[in-house]
């Protein structure tokens, strides 16, 4: 399994921006698919955003789907989720997470950082 500690997140104004960072530990990064999800207060975590091993495939929630941007650097051993145009229902922890294979379902994925908070105002 890989380690994995987000950073990045605050409070941020409606039509805002954030740069999440998810920073991971082990020489295997590269060969995980990572991903985001998140949970908002008595609601169930949900799926945001993955990408592949390599960047070659990514995919998004509808909801995020044109302002938010997953990318990875496997040099760095870390992923990103660039958060534009944020929305109050934004508002959550947000978690990076590694699967061994392309995912959308929290099931898959094995390791999971301890989140981190964003939360949008009106």
């Known amino acids: 399994q890989v380690q994995l500690v987000e950073s990045g997140g605050g409070l941020v104004q409606a039509g805002g921006s954030l740069r999440l960072s998810c920073a991971a530990s082990?020489?295997?990064?590269?060969?995980?698919?990572m991903g985001w999800f998140r949970q908002a207060p008595g609601k169930e975590r949900e799926f945001v955003a993955v990408?592949?091993?390599?960047?070659?495939?990514?995919l998004y929630a509808d909801s995020v789907k044109g302002r938010f941007t997953i990318s990875r650097d496997n040099a760095k051993n870390t992923a990103y989720l660039q958060m534009n145009s944020l929305k109050p229902e934004d508002t959550a922890v947000y978690y990076c997470?590694?699967?061994?294979?392309?995912?959308?379902?929290?099931?898959?994925?094995?390791?999971w950082g301890q989140g981190t908070q964003v939360t949008v105002s009106s």
């Open positions: 997470a590694a699967s061994e294979r392309l995912a959308l379902g929290s099931t898959s994925f094995g390791s």
């Open positions: 990408i592949s091993w390599n960047g070659g495939r990514i």
């Open positions: 082990g020489r295997t990064f590269s060969s995980y698919a």
